[in-house]
């Protein structure tokens, strides 16, 4: 691969526009690769593709279990003075209460979904 300080004038731009088109058209090799993989992988297993809702809405809620318990333990370790870092506490804090805050807007919106959904059939 030539280096790009060599490069001068219009031929430069035209070989990293070439070399551009090359790192593309690889990189459009390997997602294709990577779909089939990930296709033949979930016909041979029989099941669901990964990654479905489910997952993605336990993935988040175990974030969201993460960050407070974090922030618990941080909290706890601050009053043992173990921890003297208190805009460290306080941030966690506010972390869990936002992701907190975010989860029970998700369940919202869910559930209202839910509840139009219910709706349609009457």
């Known amino acids: 691969m030539p280096s790009i300080s060599g490069m001068g004038g219009a031929g430069g ?3 990293i526009l070439q070399l551009r088109q090359q790192i593309i058209s690889r990189n459009d090799l390997l997602r294709e690769i990577h779909t089939a993989q990930a296709a ?50 306080m941030l966690a804090r506010q972390e869990a209460g936002v992701a907190f805050e975010a989860t029970l807007q998700v369940r919202n919106k869910l559930l209202s979904a839910y509840q139009d959904i219910m709706r349609m059939g009457v």
């Open 40 to 89: 033949t992988q979930t016909q041979s297993a029989g099941q669901a593709p990964a990654g479905g809702f489910a997952t993605s809405l336990q993935t988040a809620l175990d974030g969201v279990s993460s960050v407070q318990s974090r922030s618990e333990a941080l909290s706890t370790a601050y009053e043992k003075g173990e921890v003297t870092d208190v805009a460290k506490v």
């Open 13 to 15: 731009v035209q070989q």
